[in-house]
């Protein structure tokens, strides 16, 4: 996992949010898109995939759905 700090606070971004961005690029959707299939902010959004959030499995499914990437647990 790669290790960012950000405002002095570490944290990881997990496999499946490496993916989610990756798909992001690939598919030239926006955060903005991804909130308006899920129905979450672009911020909360953004904090999930970054790992910066501990959340329930369904809020990682359904971003996940959104951008048609499959999760392991890791």
Excluded: F, H
Excluded at 33 to 43: A, E, K, M, P, Q
């Amino acid at each position: 996992k790669l290790n960012l700090s950000e405002k002095g606070e570490n944290y990881e971004i997990p496999e499946w949010g490496k993916q989610c961005k990756v798909r992001m690029i690939l598919s030239g959707m926006t955060l903005q898109d991804v909130s308006d299939i899920t129905g979450y902010s672009r911020t909360y959004i953004s904090a999930v995939i970054n790992g910066r959030m501990i959340v329930p499995q369904e809020t990682i499914k359904r971003i996940t759905a959104a951008l048609k990437v499959s999760i392991d647990n890791d």
